[in-house]
């Protein structure tokens, strides 16, 4: 029997047979499985109802899901109609034609083996819209969500909740990357060697060695008591970067090896983009190993994120602080495991010299595009030269180290990965990436980006796996699928887009303001600062006011802050779950914030009652990235502005309204300073990917609205 990695919670299931229907009941029961016998209940008694001859409306059949010739039942209609099982569980369920369309969708999709796209609006139900059919299909499924928020939500809540629909154990997981997971060989380590500094940190190391061995997970969600920022925490997770693998002594108690084998035993494994990628990107790599089990299908929640993300992942960067935290590293455990050497020594001096002497090179600050591959080399050459000789130098040291494989294997892997990533970003022979440096304190990165994901995603995702689904409330532009297809490889995935319950037209009221010039331009914030001041005054705080920038959002909270009768926060001042619990707690709060808090961002209710945003997000045009794109698609014939950046502007500003109405009884007021979207040709598409909301030019509607 499988064990479930579930939270259990107990509940009603439906093992009813009546005399006199077992043939059908067994029938039923085989063509579903004994794991869901529950569903053969319910459809043996839609087939009483319907008569004993087995005649069923259309309704009941999905309309593709099909076993040679003969039509299949939908297994998901029996939980999403109006006397089904969800609606027999929940009294206040409602039933939601939108959400059961999804269902039958995913189910189908999963049966056909077919990519699909499905845009859910706000309301509709979509996490059990997929979830069901998901559960049902009996395929290992891999579900990505953009935050870790939403995967505790489906392991913890959701999936909990679903349980008690089978009377067989769902066999789930999640997973989150290893930072957030303790490695118990650092922990006895740290009892043996000099690694903590101070009496703060010797407290919180005694709650982590009090609490490694209660634990079952390692999680460090589970350390409430340890501060978020713990210097300690960093000393002694489950990061690879001195991780040795299967030659350390802990590697079958180790929380990553229980975490590994609880997803080989499982069904649905629950990950976060960021890890989902991070697996997908060293599946072919060398010097890299598959982080999931195999699997027929994922389904990525917050679609809207993983260009972004799988862009960081299929791209590349180094920088001087890598090759300072190599020689640190290698020549702390040197030093702890007794094999330091005056030539290792001697070595990693040189190493750290040499890299800080390369990256000094690199002119400007800030972020800014590379194309002088060939002269910098010619100017510069010895240096990078150098740089190389210095990690073969420091591998070949390593390679001498006697007793002590299990603590250089993970050093030479980084030195191997470092040596491989500089020479790739200095050659810059791969001109379908964009290069690029950006300076961050005492950091030089040098980055790699693909221009286009596309191609990557199609030959290593889509080709290969059976099912690929993608979901947001975010992925069409003026009602249509192209840009989000062709960013991703999906051109021939099946599409639904599922309207959302709320009735837009009474519940928000649009505002755009037209005496406010335009954004670039000099006078804006002075103007645009009284402006919000006034919407303010009327919704009575209760609102986000978000900017596309933060040097923006400092100038116009600095302004307000002392004149505003309501508490002001500001983004930065404290973590991201801090400043949103403050907002929730704090009565008529203004939460002054960036796009950072344009999506994953739900707050129901009176307290946000209005969203103010500063302009039309347009990503910068000087952005190395952003131009590479853009000069991408000039090349091959194309028109960027309409082809990338509006599109692109259009679904992030679909993000930035999604945050006020989460509910059928929620109410507001959402505002745009940038008049430019009614004045402007291309300001059709941006009002077509909105919502139906109420329009208005004019203040004192908001004014009536709040009024009433």
């Not at 505003?564 to 801090?578: E, S």
């Not at 203004?590 to 039309?616: E, N």
Request: with cysteine; charged share 25%.
């Amino acid at each position: 029997m499988r064990v479930s990695h579930l939270p259990q919670q107990r509940g009603p299931h439906l093992s009813w047979t009546e005399s006199g229907w077992e043939a059908d009941y067994i029938e039923l029961q085989n063509q579903y499985g004994v794991k869901h016998r529950n569903i053969a209940t319910a459809q043996l008694r839609q087939v009483q109802a319907a008569g004993r001859d087995r005649t069923f409306p259309n309704s009941y059949y999905t309309e593709t899901a099909r076993v040679g010739s003969s039509v299949k039942l939908s297994k998901v209609r029996q939980f999403f109609t109006r006397n089904g099982l969800l609606a027999q569980a929940h009294p206040n369920y409602e039933y939601r034609p939108g959400q059961l369309e999804m269902a039958l969708a995913v189910e189908s999709a999963l049966a056909e083996r077919r990519h699909l796209i499905v845009e859910a609006g706000t309301g509709t139900g979509k996490t059990l819209a997929y979830l069901v059919p998901v559960i049902l299909s009996g395929k290992r499924v891999v579900v990505s969500t953009g935050t870790k928020n939403l995967q505790e939500q489906l392991f913890f809540k959701d999936l909990p909740f679903l349980q008690t629909f089978f009377e067989e154990p769902l066999a789930v997981c999640y997973m989150k990357g290893r930072a957030n997971y303790l490695c118990r060989q650092k922990v006895y380590d740290a009892e043996r060697e000099p690694i903590l500094n101070g009496t703060e940190e010797i407290g919180e190391f005694r709650i982590i060695r009090e609490w490694e061995p209660t634990t079952e997970t390692g999680d460090r969600v589970e350390l409430t008591d340890l501060p978020e920022s713990s210097a300690v925490w960093s000393k002694l997770d489950a990061r690879k970067e001195l991780c040795s693998g299967q030659m350390c002594k802990q590697f079958d108690r180790c929380f990553l090896t229980a975490m590994h084998r609880r997803a080989a035993e499982s069904d649905i494994i629950i990950v976060n983009h960021h890890l989902f990628f991070a697996d997908l990107a060293v599946r072919d790599d060398a010097y890299g190993s598959g982080i999931l089990p195999n699997y027929a299908a994922v389904l990525f929640d917050e679609a809207h994120e993983i260009e972004d993300v799988a862009g960081q992942y299929f791209g590349m960067s180094v920088s001087n602080l890598q090759f300072q935290e190599l020689a640190k590293d290698a020549a702390g455990i040197a030093r702890r495991k007794q094999f330091a050497t005056g030539d290792l020594d001697r070595a990693l001096i040189y190493l750290g010299d040499r890299a800080e002497e390369l990256f000094r090179l690199f002119p400007g600050d800030g972020r800014q595009g590379f194309r002088d591959h060939e002269g910098f080399l010619e100017r510069h050459g010895d240096s990078y030269r150098e740089l190389l000789i210095a990690v073969d130098l420091v591998t070949a040291q390593l390679e001498l180290a006697p007793r002590a494989i299990e603590e250089t294997i993970p050093l030479l892997r980084r030195a191997a990965l470092l040596r491989q990533a500089v020479e790739f970003w200095m050659e810059g022979r791969d001109r379908t990436f964009v290069y690029w440096i950006e300076r961050r304190g005492r950091g030089t990165y040098l980055q790699a980006t693909p221009i286009d994901v596309s191609q990557t995603l199609t030959e290593r995702l889509i080709d290969r796996v059976d099912t690929v689904i993608l979901t947001s409330a975010t992925l069409t532009v003026d009602g249509d699928f192209h840009f989000t297809q062709s960013r991703l490889g999906l051109n021939d995935a099946r599409t639904l887009s599922v309207e959302s319950l709320f009735d837009y037209g009474n519940q928000a009221l649009l505002y755009i303001p037209q005496h406010l010039p335009e954004p670039r331009s000099a006078g804006f914030t002075v103007l645009a600062t009284t402006e919000i001041e006034a919407i303010l005054e009327a919704s009575r705080g209760r609102a986000f006011v978000l900017f596309t920038s933060y040097s923006q959002m400092r100038q116009v909270y600095e302004q307000l802050a002392e004149r505003l009768p309501f508490p002001a926060l500001l983004q930065g001042t404290a973590p991201r779950n801090v400043i949103l619990d403050r907002f929730r707690n704090t009565p008529n709060s203004v939460l002054f914030a960036t796009s950072s808090f344009w999506q994953g961002v739900d707050v129901q209710g009176d307290q946000l009652s209005c969203v103010i945003i500063d302009r039309l997000p347009f990503a910068v045009p000087s952005d190395p990235v952003v131009a590479a794109r853009v000069d991408a698609i000039r090349e091959n014939g194309g028109n960027p502005f309409y082809e990338y950046q509006v599109p692109q502007a259009a679904l992030a500003l679909k993000q930035g309204f999604g945050r006020l109405i989460r509910s059928q009884s929620d109410r507001g007021v959402l505002v745009l300073l940038d008049n430019r979207i009614t004045k402007l040709r291309y300001g059709q598409v941006f009002f077509d990917s909105l919502p139906p909301y109420r329009f208005t030019t004019d203040l004192q509607d908001v004014k009536n609205f709040f009024d009433v």
